[in-house]
């Protein structure tokens, strides 16, 4: 695994000109036809929010003791959320979207995991910087262990792009097996303490949470942000070391297929 991870970081660094390139392509590409491209980064966190806060109103939701606003813990939670789910999907497409360059270009598939990676992490923070403000708003107060915030989401994309690649594979040979596994992540929110606190009972999902890996590592970050504490650190180191691993075997996979998924492509 570790020679795997030298070869790919050696293929990044040779090709750092074209992922550089693909990356201001998507960004550019993707936001100058229209301004409400960009205003969509901002309006969709705030429609989605909206939506819970008036069931939570109505009294269909009831989430239990979630320590800060309301509003504010979902707006949170959701978009921590959409930082795992977004790395997973733009990850697990990279091999079907871009299959096309790759058959007329020989380059590693490595540099199309940074360009998706880099672009994630851009789209990411822009909308970040909006719900910091509106967290604000709400009376969180954030404390010095907010500065780690950032380093704490590392699991989440590691665990994420873990999954995308190995999707990313079998999306090119085995579609129906993607297409379960795409609409399991989205049960999969509702599975994991996002519009409602990690305490809740509600039998069989309170015994879910406790094993469920996601729980922990949004919890932690979550929790770092707007109360400045700790959520459950030994489970979330477990669940670190765990996405690491992941990732290492996932990266391995991805690179030992690449062959078969080529003869693939171009047989498409």
């Known amino acids: ?28 590409g993707g936001y100058k036809k229209s301004f409400i491209g960009l ?15 008036v069931l939570n109103g109505a009294g269909v939701v009831d989430p239990g003791d979630t320590g800060i606003p309301y509003p504010a813990y979902v707006l949170l939670s959701t978009s921590l959320w959409g930082f795992f789910l977004e790395i997973y999907k733009s990850t697990s497409n990279a091999l079907a979207n871009e299959g096309k360059l790759l058959i007329m270009k ?33 009376g969180v107060h954030f404390g010095w262990a907010a ?6 989401l590392l699991p ?12 990313a594979v079998l999306r090119v040979v085995a579609v129906d097996i993607c297409t379960m596994i795409d609409e399991g992540m989205k049960l999969l929110m509702f599975l994991t303490p996002i519009v409602y606190a990690p305490k809740i009972q509600a039998g069989w999902l309170s015994g879910f949470i406790q094993w469920n890996p996601l729980a922990y590592l949004i919890g932690f970050s ?29 990266l391995t996979f991805f690179r030992a297929t690449g062959k078969r998924v080529l003869e693939r492509l171009v047989n498409t």
């Open 39 to 53: 205003a969509w980064m901002f309006i969709l966190p705030i429609l989605a929010v909206l939506v819970w806060i």
């Open 106 to 138: 020989d380059f590693p598939r490595e540099v199309l995991l940074a360009e998706k990676t880099l672009v994630h992490l851009i789209n990411f923070s822009i909308p970040m910087v909006l719900n910091i403000g509106v967290l604000l708003l709400f």
């Open 147 to 152: 500065l780690l915030f950032p380093l704490s």
């Open 1 to 28: 695994m570790i020679k795997d991870v030298a070869k790919a970081w050696t293929g990044l660094w040779n090709y750092r000109y074209l992922a550089w390139q693909l990356v201001r392509v998507s960004i550019v």
């Open 222 to 250: 979550r929790d770092l942000l707007a109360g400045g504490s700790f959520f459950h650190p030994k489970a979330y180191l477990a669940c670190t070391l765990g996405a690491a691993l992941f990732f290492l075997l996932a």
């Open 156 to 167: 989440l994309l590691l665990l994420g792009l873990g999954i995308g690649m190995i999707v």
